[in-house]
Protein backbone atom coordinates (compact mmCIF):
# COMPACT_ATOMS: atom_id res chain seq x y z
CA UNK A 1 0.00 0.00 0.00
CA UNK A 2 3.01 2.52 1.10
CA UNK A 3 4.45 1.99 -2.65
CA UNK A 4 1.33 1.66 -4.26
CA UNK A 5 -0.21 5.21 -3.08
CA UNK A 6 4.01 6.69 -3.14
CA UNK A 7 3.31 7.53 0.33
CA UNK A 8 4.86 5.94 4.03
CA UNK A 9 2.26 7.61 6.74
CA UNK A 10 -0.98 6.00 5.99
CA UNK A 11 -3.47 4.16 8.58
CA UNK A 12 -4.62 1.25 6.96
CA UNK A 13 -8.62 -0.80 8.68
CA UNK A 14 -8.45 -3.84 7.79
CA UNK A 15 -9.74 -7.43 8.80
CA UNK A 16 -9.27 -11.19 9.04
CA UNK A 17 -11.50 -13.53 8.55
CA UNK A 18 -11.84 -17.49 10.51
CA UNK A 19 -9.54 -18.83 7.15
CA UNK A 20 -7.29 -16.13 7.31
CA UNK A 21 -8.15 -14.50 4.55
CA UNK A 22 -7.05 -10.26 4.71
CA UNK A 23 -9.92 -7.70 3.84
CA UNK A 24 -8.49 -4.33 3.28
CA UNK A 25 -11.35 -1.46 4.57
CA UNK A 26 -10.15 1.81 4.63
CA UNK A 27 -6.71 3.72 3.71
CA UNK A 28 -6.02 7.36 4.02
CA UNK A 29 -3.06 9.22 4.18
CA UNK A 30 -2.03 10.62 7.57
CA UNK A 31 -1.45 14.73 7.61
CA UNK A 32 2.31 14.37 8.76
CA UNK A 33 2.76 18.41 7.87
CA UNK A 34 4.26 20.26 10.23
CA UNK A 35 4.90 17.38 12.73
CA UNK A 36 8.15 15.58 13.21
CA UNK A 37 9.22 12.56 10.35
CA UNK A 38 10.17 10.03 12.51
CA UNK A 39 9.73 7.28 10.03
CA UNK A 40 13.39 8.04 8.70
CA UNK A 41 14.65 8.79 12.22
CA UNK A 42 14.63 4.62 13.04
CA UNK A 43 17.37 2.39 10.87
CA UNK A 44 15.86 -1.42 10.93
CA UNK A 45 19.92 -2.47 11.62
CA UNK A 46 19.11 -0.62 15.58
CA UNK A 47 16.14 -2.91 15.90
CA UNK A 48 18.33 -5.66 14.78
CA UNK A 49 20.79 -4.79 17.56
CA UNK A 50 18.31 -4.54 20.26
CA UNK A 51 16.73 -8.00 19.16
CA UNK A 52 20.36 -9.28 19.41
CA UNK A 53 21.06 -7.75 22.98
CA UNK A 54 17.78 -9.10 24.62
CA UNK A 55 19.05 -12.52 23.51
CA UNK A 56 21.89 -11.84 25.12
CA UNK A 57 20.55 -11.17 28.32
CA UNK A 58 18.40 -13.94 28.80
CA UNK A 59 21.51 -15.58 29.53
CA UNK A 60 22.44 -16.74 33.21
CA UNK A 61 25.40 -15.59 34.85
CA UNK A 62 26.08 -17.89 38.04
CA UNK A 63 24.67 -15.96 40.58
CA UNK A 64 21.50 -15.17 38.79
CA UNK A 65 18.29 -17.70 39.19
CA UNK A 66 15.69 -17.95 36.55
CA UNK A 67 16.51 -19.64 32.90
CA UNK A 68 14.84 -16.11 31.08
CA UNK A 69 14.94 -12.40 31.26
CA UNK A 70 11.96 -10.32 31.48
CA UNK A 71 12.23 -6.07 31.25
CA UNK A 72 9.68 -3.58 31.95
CA UNK A 73 8.94 0.22 32.39
CA UNK A 74 7.38 -0.14 36.09
CA UNK A 75 8.36 -3.32 38.18
CA UNK A 76 10.70 -2.47 40.97
CA UNK A 77 11.91 1.30 40.83
CA UNK A 78 9.79 1.97 38.41
CA UNK A 79 11.52 4.35 35.78
CA UNK A 80 8.74 5.13 33.60
CA UNK A 81 6.74 6.76 36.65
CA UNK A 82 9.72 8.94 38.15
CA UNK A 83 11.79 9.73 34.56
CA UNK A 84 8.89 9.08 31.73
CA UNK A 85 9.12 6.59 29.10
CA UNK A 86 11.58 8.75 26.92
CA UNK A 87 13.70 10.80 28.93
CA UNK A 88 16.67 12.85 28.02
CA UNK A 89 20.26 11.68 28.88
CA UNK A 90 21.06 13.69 31.98
CA UNK A 91 17.58 12.68 33.44
CA UNK A 92 18.58 9.20 32.90
CA UNK A 93 21.69 8.89 33.15
CA UNK A 94 21.51 10.54 36.98
CA UNK A 95 18.93 8.05 37.85
CA UNK A 96 21.07 4.94 36.80
CA UNK A 97 24.32 7.14 38.67
CA UNK A 98 22.87 7.78 41.88
CA UNK A 99 20.14 4.59 42.37
CA UNK A 100 19.85 1.73 39.82
CA UNK A 101 23.61 0.86 38.97
CA UNK A 102 24.64 -0.09 42.65
CA UNK A 103 22.71 1.26 45.26
CA UNK A 104 20.13 -0.35 44.97
CA UNK A 105 21.47 -4.09 44.84
CA UNK A 106 23.63 -2.95 48.01
CA UNK A 107 20.74 -1.54 50.49
CA UNK A 108 18.98 -4.89 48.81
CA UNK A 109 21.93 -7.18 50.13
CA UNK A 110 22.46 -5.24 53.75
CA UNK A 111 18.33 -5.83 54.55
CA UNK A 112 18.71 -9.69 53.70
CA UNK A 113 18.24 -10.33 50.04
CA UNK A 114 20.78 -11.93 47.84
CA UNK A 115 23.77 -10.30 46.92
CA UNK A 116 23.63 -8.80 43.39
CA UNK A 117 26.04 -6.12 43.88
CA UNK A 118 27.86 -5.32 40.38
CA UNK A 119 24.17 -6.35 39.04
CA UNK A 120 22.69 -2.51 37.13
CA UNK A 121 19.09 -3.27 37.73
CA UNK A 122 17.91 -0.94 34.93
CA UNK A 123 18.62 -1.01 31.01
CA UNK A 124 18.49 1.93 28.48
CA UNK A 125 17.05 -0.12 25.43
CA UNK A 126 17.40 2.97 22.15
CA UNK A 127 16.74 5.01 25.14
CA UNK A 128 13.75 3.80 26.86
CA UNK A 129 14.59 2.42 30.44
CA UNK A 130 13.42 -1.02 31.20
CA UNK A 131 14.16 -2.63 34.57
CA UNK A 132 15.70 -6.48 34.72
CA UNK A 133 12.94 -8.00 36.23
CA UNK A 134 14.30 -11.23 36.56
CA UNK A 135 16.98 -9.04 38.60
CA UNK A 136 14.53 -7.71 40.96
CA UNK A 137 12.64 -11.12 41.36
CA UNK A 138 16.20 -12.19 42.53
CA UNK A 139 17.04 -9.68 44.93
CA UNK A 140 13.82 -10.11 46.60
CA UNK A 141 14.84 -13.90 47.82
CA UNK A 142 15.89 -13.67 51.46
CA UNK A 143 19.66 -14.91 51.05
CA UNK A 144 19.23 -17.62 53.77
CA UNK A 145 16.69 -19.66 51.48
CA UNK A 146 17.98 -22.86 49.96
CA UNK A 147 19.30 -22.16 46.73
CA UNK A 148 16.82 -25.18 45.00
CA UNK A 149 13.57 -23.69 46.24
CA UNK A 150 15.11 -20.05 45.64
CA UNK A 151 15.90 -20.93 41.65
CA UNK A 152 11.92 -22.76 41.47
CA UNK A 153 10.55 -19.44 43.59
CA UNK A 154 12.13 -16.76 40.80
CA UNK A 155 10.46 -19.54 38.27
CA UNK A 156 7.05 -19.34 39.46
CA UNK A 157 8.03 -15.53 39.85
CA UNK A 158 8.56 -15.00 36.17
CA UNK A 159 5.88 -17.36 35.07
CA UNK A 160 3.20 -15.79 36.61
CA UNK A 161 4.10 -12.26 35.20
CA UNK A 162 4.50 -13.41 31.61
CA UNK A 163 0.81 -15.05 32.52
CA UNK A 164 -0.03 -11.82 34.31
CA UNK A 165 1.57 -9.00 32.41
CA UNK A 166 -1.44 -7.16 33.77
CA UNK A 167 0.63 -6.90 37.32
CA UNK A 168 3.76 -5.69 35.97
CA UNK A 169 3.03 -2.33 38.01
CA UNK A 170 2.17 -4.73 41.41
CA UNK A 171 4.70 -7.16 41.27
CA UNK A 172 5.25 -6.81 44.73
CA UNK A 173 1.93 -7.18 45.81
CA UNK A 174 0.22 -9.59 43.25
CA UNK A 175 3.41 -11.97 42.62
CA UNK A 176 6.55 -11.67 44.83
CA UNK A 177 6.90 -12.67 48.80
CA UNK A 178 9.33 -10.00 49.57
CA UNK A 179 8.68 -9.91 53.90
CA UNK A 180 6.41 -11.40 56.21
CA UNK A 181 3.17 -10.52 57.13
CA UNK A 182 0.29 -11.45 59.04
CA UNK A 183 -1.50 -13.14 55.76
CA UNK A 184 1.51 -14.96 54.67
CA UNK A 185 0.45 -18.35 55.27
CA UNK A 186 -2.84 -18.05 53.21
CA UNK A 187 -0.88 -16.81 50.47
CA UNK A 188 1.98 -19.22 50.23
CA UNK A 189 -0.59 -21.92 50.01
CA UNK A 190 -1.30 -21.00 46.71
CA UNK A 191 2.41 -22.15 45.62
CA UNK A 192 1.10 -25.87 46.98
CA UNK A 193 -0.62 -25.81 42.89
CA UNK A 194 2.47 -24.33 41.40
CA UNK A 195 4.68 -27.49 42.55
CA UNK A 196 5.55 -26.55 45.93
CA UNK A 197 5.32 -28.66 48.43
CA UNK A 198 4.88 -28.29 52.30
CA UNK A 199 8.15 -28.54 53.63
CA UNK A 200 9.56 -25.50 50.69
CA UNK A 201 7.03 -23.47 51.83
CA UNK A 202 7.32 -23.55 55.43
CA UNK A 203 11.21 -22.67 54.43
CA UNK A 204 10.05 -20.10 52.87
CA UNK A 205 7.69 -18.98 55.65
CA UNK A 206 10.55 -19.03 57.74
CA UNK A 207 13.24 -17.29 55.76
CA UNK A 208 10.51 -14.33 55.25
CA UNK A 209 10.09 -14.28 58.85
CA UNK A 210 13.70 -14.58 59.71
CA UNK A 211 14.24 -11.33 57.68
CA UNK A 212 10.83 -9.29 58.22
CA UNK A 213 12.13 -9.29 62.24
CA UNK A 214 15.73 -8.11 61.42
CA UNK A 215 13.96 -5.39 59.57
CA UNK A 216 11.63 -4.10 62.33
CA UNK A 217 14.09 -4.82 64.54
CA UNK A 218 12.78 -1.60 67.65
CA UNK A 219 16.66 -1.60 68.57
CA UNK A 220 19.03 -2.97 65.79
CA UNK A 221 16.57 -2.06 62.79
CA UNK A 222 18.87 -0.93 59.90
CA UNK A 223 16.03 1.46 58.54
CA UNK A 224 16.67 3.00 62.15
CA UNK A 225 20.52 3.30 61.30
CA UNK A 226 19.26 4.53 57.78
CA UNK A 227 17.66 7.42 58.84
CA UNK A 228 20.08 8.75 61.55
CA UNK A 229 22.09 8.71 57.72
CA UNK A 230 19.32 10.63 56.16
CA UNK A 231 19.37 13.20 59.15
CA UNK A 232 22.99 14.19 58.25
CA UNK A 233 22.18 15.46 54.68
CA UNK A 234 20.71 19.01 55.20
CA UNK A 235 23.82 20.00 56.99
CA UNK A 236 25.54 18.29 54.13
CA UNK A 237 23.79 19.90 51.50
CA UNK A 238 24.67 23.61 52.96
CA UNK A 239 28.32 22.94 53.56
CA UNK A 240 28.99 21.77 50.09
CA UNK A 241 26.57 24.59 48.85
CA UNK A 242 28.84 27.59 50.78
CA UNK A 243 32.05 26.40 50.25
CA UNK A 244 34.04 27.86 47.62
CA UNK A 245 34.76 24.59 45.41
CA UNK A 246 34.26 25.08 41.66
CA UNK A 247 31.00 24.12 40.29
CA UNK A 248 32.39 20.77 38.73
CA UNK A 249 33.73 19.67 41.95
CA UNK A 250 30.66 20.28 43.61
CA UNK A 251 28.09 18.70 41.20
CA UNK A 252 30.91 15.54 42.03
CA UNK A 253 30.21 15.45 46.04
CA UNK A 254 26.82 16.57 45.93
CA UNK A 255 26.41 13.25 43.77
CA UNK A 256 28.77 11.09 45.91
CA UNK A 257 27.06 12.55 48.96
CA UNK A 258 23.60 12.52 47.86
CA UNK A 259 24.79 7.92 46.54
CA UNK A 260 26.40 7.88 50.71
CA UNK A 261 23.69 9.56 52.45
CA UNK A 262 21.23 10.03 50.54
CA UNK A 263 19.40 7.17 47.98
CA UNK A 264 21.35 4.16 50.15
CA UNK A 265 19.83 4.76 53.45
CA UNK A 266 16.88 6.27 51.01
CA UNK A 267 16.69 2.39 49.09
CA UNK A 268 16.54 0.95 52.97
CA UNK A 269 13.93 2.69 54.41
CA UNK A 270 11.61 2.49 51.49
CA UNK A 271 12.19 -1.26 52.25
CA UNK A 272 11.28 -1.14 55.68
CA UNK A 273 8.29 1.50 54.45
CA UNK A 274 6.93 -1.34 52.51
CA UNK A 275 7.07 -4.03 54.86
CA UNK A 276 5.03 -1.61 56.94
CA UNK A 277 2.54 -0.93 54.40
CA UNK A 278 2.40 -4.80 53.65
CA UNK A 279 1.72 -5.58 56.98
CA UNK A 280 -0.66 -2.91 57.74
CA UNK A 281 -3.08 -4.10 54.56
CA UNK A 282 -2.56 -7.92 56.12
CA UNK A 283 -4.16 -6.52 59.19
CA UNK A 284 -7.00 -5.77 57.26
CA UNK A 285 -6.91 -8.83 55.38
CA UNK A 286 -7.51 -10.86 58.54
CA UNK A 287 -9.91 -8.67 59.84
CA UNK A 288 -7.88 -7.21 62.93
CA UNK A 289 -8.35 -3.56 61.18
CA UNK A 290 -11.22 -2.81 59.20
CA UNK A 291 -10.76 -0.20 56.41
CA UNK A 292 -11.75 2.74 57.95
CA UNK A 293 -9.01 1.86 60.70
CA UNK A 294 -6.33 1.37 58.40
CA UNK A 295 -7.56 4.77 56.99
CA UNK A 296 -7.51 6.49 60.22
CA UNK A 297 -4.09 5.47 60.76
CA UNK A 298 -3.00 6.75 57.63
CA UNK A 299 -4.41 10.04 58.47
CA UNK A 300 -2.88 9.95 61.87
CA UNK A 301 0.68 10.11 60.23
CA UNK A 302 2.57 13.48 60.04
CA UNK A 303 4.38 13.25 56.37
CA UNK A 304 6.67 15.70 54.89
CA UNK A 305 3.57 16.01 52.73
CA UNK A 306 0.99 17.09 54.51
CA UNK A 307 3.49 19.49 55.94
CA UNK A 308 3.73 20.69 52.39
CA UNK A 309 0.63 20.84 51.89
CA UNK A 310 -0.66 22.34 54.98
CA UNK A 311 2.05 25.39 54.52
CA UNK A 312 0.56 25.64 50.73
CA UNK A 313 -2.86 26.16 52.60
CA UNK A 314 -1.69 28.91 54.46
CA UNK A 315 0.87 30.74 52.05
CA UNK A 316 0.92 34.67 52.58
CA UNK A 317 4.02 36.76 51.02
CA UNK A 318 5.36 36.94 55.04
CA UNK A 319 5.65 33.18 55.22
CA UNK A 320 6.89 32.61 51.53
CA UNK A 321 10.51 33.17 52.29
CA UNK A 322 10.47 30.59 54.81
CA UNK A 323 8.17 28.28 52.69
CA UNK A 324 10.79 28.70 49.84
CA UNK A 325 13.55 27.79 52.61
CA UNK A 326 12.21 24.51 53.14
CA UNK A 327 10.45 23.16 49.91
CA UNK A 328 11.93 25.47 47.21
CA UNK A 329 14.42 22.26 46.19
CA UNK A 330 11.45 20.28 44.87
CA UNK A 331 10.64 20.33 41.36
CA UNK A 332 8.19 18.29 39.34
CA UNK A 333 9.93 15.24 37.33
CA UNK A 334 12.74 15.18 39.83
CA UNK A 335 15.14 14.37 37.53
CA UNK A 336 14.65 16.87 34.70
CA UNK A 337 17.12 20.12 34.59
CA UNK A 338 13.73 21.88 32.34
CA UNK A 339 11.80 21.56 35.53
CA UNK A 340 12.04 24.60 37.20
CA UNK A 341 12.43 24.38 40.84
CA UNK A 342 9.80 25.92 43.27
CA UNK A 343 11.96 28.75 44.06
CA UNK A 344 12.85 29.36 40.22
CA UNK A 345 8.98 29.07 39.37
CA UNK A 346 6.93 30.31 41.96
CA UNK A 347 4.37 32.15 40.65
CA UNK A 348 3.04 28.95 38.56
CA UNK A 349 3.19 26.63 41.02
CA UNK A 350 1.54 28.71 43.87
CA UNK A 351 -0.88 31.22 44.01
CA UNK A 352 -0.89 33.65 47.24
CA UNK A 353 -4.17 35.08 46.22
CA UNK A 354 -6.49 32.04 46.61
CA UNK A 355 -6.98 30.59 49.82
CA UNK A 356 -7.21 26.85 50.54
CA UNK A 357 -9.85 25.02 52.19
CA UNK A 358 -8.17 21.95 53.08
CA UNK A 359 -8.69 19.14 55.59
CA UNK A 360 -5.91 17.30 56.57
CA UNK A 361 -8.04 15.11 58.93
CA UNK A 362 -4.87 14.46 61.15
CA UNK A 363 -6.09 13.17 64.19
CA UNK A 364 -4.11 10.92 66.57
CA UNK A 365 -4.39 7.01 66.19
CA UNK A 366 -4.85 4.89 69.57
CA UNK A 367 -5.59 1.72 70.40
CA UNK A 368 -7.60 0.65 73.66
CA UNK A 369 -6.66 -1.34 75.99
CA UNK A 370 -8.42 -4.54 74.67
CA UNK A 371 -7.17 -4.42 71.12
CA UNK A 372 -3.71 -3.54 72.19
CA UNK A 373 -3.35 -6.79 73.90
CA UNK A 374 -4.88 -8.58 70.94
CA UNK A 375 -2.23 -7.10 69.17
CA UNK A 376 0.28 -8.46 71.08
CA UNK A 377 -1.13 -11.93 71.45
CA UNK A 378 -1.06 -11.95 67.35
CA UNK A 379 2.53 -10.77 66.84
CA UNK A 380 3.52 -13.32 69.76
CA UNK A 381 1.48 -16.02 67.47
CA UNK A 382 3.39 -15.28 64.80
CA UNK A 383 6.86 -15.12 66.24
CA UNK A 384 7.20 -11.41 65.22
CA UNK A 385 9.82 -9.91 67.85
CA UNK A 386 8.49 -7.02 69.10
CA UNK A 387 5.75 -5.41 71.11
CA UNK A 388 2.36 -4.01 70.01
CA UNK A 389 3.32 -0.40 70.93
CA UNK A 390 6.90 -0.91 69.69
CA UNK A 391 4.94 -2.36 66.24
CA UNK A 392 2.90 0.79 66.06
CA UNK A 393 6.09 2.57 66.58
CA UNK A 394 7.52 1.05 63.52
CA UNK A 395 5.13 1.50 61.10
CA UNK A 396 4.56 5.55 61.59
CA UNK A 397 8.30 5.57 62.03
CA UNK A 398 8.64 3.62 58.67
CA UNK A 399 6.23 4.98 56.42
CA UNK A 400 7.06 8.66 57.56
CA UNK A 401 10.37 8.05 57.12
CA UNK A 402 9.86 6.88 53.39
CA UNK A 403 8.60 10.48 52.91
CA UNK A 404 10.79 12.01 54.42
CA UNK A 405 14.08 10.55 52.92
CA UNK A 406 13.23 11.06 49.74
CA UNK A 407 12.62 14.85 50.31
CA UNK A 408 16.01 15.00 51.91
CA UNK A 409 18.41 13.45 49.23
CA UNK A 410 16.17 14.96 46.18
CA UNK A 411 18.01 18.20 47.72
CA UNK A 412 21.69 17.35 47.06
CA UNK A 413 20.19 15.98 43.73
CA UNK A 414 18.38 19.38 42.77
CA UNK A 415 21.17 21.23 43.93
CA UNK A 416 23.31 19.43 41.60
CA UNK A 417 20.89 20.19 38.90
CA UNK A 418 20.95 23.26 39.74
CA UNK A 419 25.13 23.37 39.47
CA UNK A 420 25.17 21.00 36.10
CA UNK A 421 22.84 23.96 34.65
CA UNK A 422 25.43 27.15 35.89
CA UNK A 423 28.38 24.68 34.57
CA UNK A 424 26.44 25.12 31.20
CA UNK A 425 25.61 28.82 31.92
CA UNK A 426 29.48 29.67 32.58
CA UNK A 427 30.44 27.23 28.79
CA UNK A 428 27.50 29.02 26.72
CA UNK A 429 25.39 26.10 26.59
CA UNK A 430 22.07 26.35 27.54
CA UNK A 431 19.77 23.96 29.72
CA UNK A 432 18.12 22.75 26.45
CA UNK A 433 21.51 21.18 25.56
CA UNK A 434 22.67 20.04 28.76
CA UNK A 435 19.77 18.10 29.33
CA UNK A 436 21.31 15.92 26.34
CA UNK A 437 24.80 15.57 28.57
CA UNK A 438 25.16 12.50 29.77
CA UNK A 439 26.40 12.64 33.86
CA UNK A 440 29.43 11.01 33.64
CA UNK A 441 30.48 13.33 30.87
CA UNK A 442 30.41 15.37 33.83
CA UNK A 443 31.64 13.46 36.25
CA UNK A 444 34.71 11.91 34.93
CA UNK A 445 36.54 15.31 34.48
CA UNK A 446 36.70 15.76 38.27
CA UNK A 447 40.01 13.13 38.40
CA UNK A 448 40.58 13.36 34.13
CA UNK A 449 42.10 16.45 32.02
CA UNK A 450 41.91 16.26 28.97
CA UNK A 451 43.74 17.81 25.61
CA UNK A 452 40.73 18.89 24.60
CA UNK A 453 38.51 21.95 26.60
CA UNK A 454 35.48 20.68 28.47
CA UNK A 455 33.32 23.23 26.31
CA UNK A 456 34.25 20.97 23.20
CA UNK A 457 33.57 18.12 24.61
CA UNK A 458 30.26 18.78 26.25
CA UNK A 459 29.16 20.02 22.61
CA UNK A 460 30.03 16.87 20.90
CA UNK A 461 28.35 14.25 23.46
CA UNK A 462 25.15 16.45 23.44
CA UNK A 463 25.30 16.21 19.27
CA UNK A 464 25.60 12.75 19.34
CA UNK A 465 22.96 12.25 22.19
CA UNK A 466 20.73 14.22 20.60
CA UNK A 467 21.11 12.39 17.57
CA UNK A 468 20.26 8.77 19.76
CA UNK A 469 17.44 10.91 21.44
CA UNK A 470 15.87 11.41 17.72
CA UNK A 471 15.54 8.01 17.54
CA UNK A 472 14.51 7.58 20.84
CA UNK A 473 11.04 9.22 19.86
CA UNK A 474 10.67 6.89 17.29
CA UNK A 475 10.54 3.55 18.91
CA UNK A 476 7.84 2.26 20.25
CA UNK A 477 7.85 -0.87 22.46
CA UNK A 478 5.92 -2.60 24.73
CA UNK A 479 6.09 -1.91 28.44
CA UNK A 480 6.58 -5.32 29.34
CA UNK A 481 9.46 -7.00 26.94
CA UNK A 482 8.92 -11.21 27.13
CA UNK A 483 10.79 -12.07 24.13
CA UNK A 484 13.43 -10.25 21.51
CA UNK A 485 10.07 -10.54 18.39
CA UNK A 486 8.33 -7.87 20.49
CA UNK A 487 10.82 -5.30 19.28
CA UNK A 488 9.25 -5.38 15.83
CA UNK A 489 5.53 -6.28 16.53
CA UNK A 490 3.66 -6.65 19.62
CA UNK A 491 0.09 -6.50 21.32
CA UNK A 492 -1.09 -3.95 23.57
CA UNK A 493 -0.94 -5.87 27.01
CA UNK A 494 -4.40 -5.06 29.24
CA UNK A 495 -3.44 -2.23 31.74
CA UNK A 496 -5.49 -2.83 35.25
CA UNK A 497 -5.10 0.65 36.59
CA UNK A 498 -4.46 1.22 40.58
CA UNK A 499 -7.70 2.22 42.29
CA UNK A 500 -7.22 4.26 45.36
CA UNK A 501 -10.09 4.37 48.28
CA UNK A 502 -13.37 3.43 47.32
CA UNK A 503 -14.87 6.97 46.14
CA UNK A 504 -16.28 8.12 43.34
CA UNK A 505 -16.17 11.39 41.54
CA UNK A 506 -17.45 13.34 38.61
CA UNK A 507 -15.41 16.48 37.54
CA UNK A 508 -14.47 18.45 34.61
CA UNK A 509 -10.95 17.14 33.77
CA UNK A 510 -7.55 19.53 33.81
CA UNK A 511 -4.03 18.37 32.61
CA UNK A 512 -2.00 21.56 34.54
CA UNK A 513 -2.78 23.48 30.82
CA UNK A 514 -5.06 25.88 33.13
CA UNK A 515 -3.73 27.25 36.30
CA UNK A 516 -7.53 26.81 37.92
CA UNK A 517 -7.29 22.47 39.04
CA UNK A 518 -9.43 23.02 42.01
CA UNK A 519 -12.78 20.81 42.09
CA UNK A 520 -11.00 18.81 39.05
CA UNK A 521 -9.72 15.49 37.90
CA UNK A 522 -5.94 16.12 37.18
CA UNK A 523 -4.27 14.04 34.61
CA UNK A 524 -0.87 13.77 34.60
CA UNK A 525 1.48 11.38 32.72
CA UNK A 526 4.00 10.79 35.54
CA UNK A 527 4.06 11.94 38.75
CA UNK A 528 6.86 12.52 41.93
CA UNK A 529 7.14 14.69 45.36
CA UNK A 530 7.48 17.23 43.53
CA UNK A 531 3.56 17.31 41.79
CA UNK A 532 3.12 17.28 45.59
CA UNK A 533 1.86 20.84 45.18
CA UNK A 534 -1.23 19.49 43.44
CA UNK A 535 -2.64 18.27 46.79
CA UNK A 536 -2.74 21.53 48.35
CA UNK A 537 -5.51 22.74 45.57
CA UNK A 538 -8.46 20.77 46.39
CA UNK A 539 -8.70 18.97 43.51
CA UNK A 540 -11.47 16.43 42.92
CA UNK A 541 -9.43 13.62 42.19
CA UNK A 542 -6.13 12.31 40.16
CA UNK A 543 -5.29 10.32 36.85
CA UNK A 544 -1.80 9.37 35.99
CA UNK A 545 -0.32 7.82 32.68
CA UNK A 546 2.29 5.88 34.73
CA UNK A 547 2.19 4.27 38.75
CA UNK A 548 2.25 1.55 40.67
CA UNK A 549 0.72 0.15 43.46
CA UNK A 550 3.26 1.45 46.06
CA UNK A 551 4.23 4.46 43.55
CA UNK A 552 4.49 7.66 45.66
CA UNK A 553 1.29 9.22 44.13
CA UNK A 554 -0.36 6.04 45.28
CA UNK A 555 0.98 6.49 48.65
CA UNK A 556 -0.07 10.07 48.79
CA UNK A 557 -3.76 9.88 47.44
CA UNK A 558 -4.39 6.76 50.18
CA UNK A 559 -3.16 9.69 53.07
CA UNK A 560 -5.84 12.06 52.06
CA UNK A 561 -8.42 9.74 50.78
CA UNK A 562 -8.28 11.42 47.32
CA UNK A 563 -9.90 9.31 44.71
CA UNK A 564 -7.37 8.41 42.42
CA UNK A 565 -6.37 5.70 39.11
CA UNK A 566 -2.73 5.34 39.08
CA UNK A 567 -0.96 4.13 35.44
CA UNK A 568 -4.16 3.91 33.44
CA UNK A 569 -1.53 3.24 30.62
CA UNK A 570 -0.64 4.84 27.33
CA UNK A 571 -3.85 4.21 25.52
CA UNK A 572 -6.83 5.28 27.98
CA UNK A 573 -4.91 8.28 29.03
CA UNK A 574 -4.71 9.80 25.58
CA UNK A 575 -8.44 8.85 25.62
CA UNK A 576 -8.81 10.75 28.97
CA UNK A 577 -6.83 13.89 27.75
CA UNK A 578 -9.91 14.24 25.51
CA UNK A 579 -12.49 14.29 28.14
CA UNK A 580 -13.91 17.69 29.13
CA UNK A 581 -15.35 15.94 31.99
CA UNK A 582 -14.99 12.30 33.89
CA UNK A 583 -16.10 9.81 36.11
CA UNK A 584 -13.97 8.44 38.55
CA UNK A 585 -15.44 5.41 40.21
CA UNK A 586 -12.61 4.11 42.10
CA UNK A 587 -14.88 0.99 44.32
CA UNK A 588 -16.18 -0.89 41.32
CA UNK A 589 -13.30 0.16 39.30
CA UNK A 590 -14.23 2.23 36.29
CA UNK A 591 -13.80 5.69 34.45
CA UNK A 592 -16.37 6.50 32.41
CA UNK A 593 -16.06 9.56 29.98
CA UNK A 594 -18.70 11.81 30.43
Given at each position: ??????C??????????????????????????????????????????????I???????????G??????????????????????R?????Y???????????????????????????????????????????????????????????????????????????????????????????????????????????????????????????????????????????????????????????????????????????????????V??S??????????????????????????????????????????????????????????????????????????????????????????????????????E??????????????K???????????????????????????????????????????????????????????????????????????????????????????????????????????????????????E????????K????????????????????Y????????????????????????????????????????????????
Amino acid sequence: LESLFDCPFLDVEFALDSKGDLYCLQVRPLVVKSKLNLYEALPFSALERLQKRIVSLQKQTPDIYGKRAIFGVMPDWNPAEILGLKPKRLALSLYKEIITDHIWAYQRDNYGYLNLRSHPLMHSFLGIPYIDVRLSFNSFVPKTLDKKIASKLVEYYLDTLEANPQFHDKIEFNIVFSCYDFNIQSKLKNLLAKGFNENEIKRLEFALLELTNSIINPKKGLYIKDLKKIAKLEQICKDLEDSNLPNLDKIYWLLESCKRYGTLPFAGIARAGFVAVSMLNSLVEIGFFSVEEKQAFLNSLRTISKELASSVATLTEETKAEFLSKFGHLRPSTYNILSPRYDEDFENYFDLNTKQNLDLNESAFVLDSKKLESLENLLSEHGLKISAKEFLGFLKRAIEGREYAKFEFTKLLSLAIRKIGELGDYYGIPKEEMAHLDIQNILNLYASLYSKNPKERFLEEIKRHKEEYALTLSVKLPVLLTNAEQVVSFLSAEIVPNFITQKSVSALTNDLSDAELAGKIVLIKSADPGFDYLFAKNIAGLITCYGGANSHMAIRASELGLPAAIGVGEENFAKFLQAKRIKLDCESGQIVVL
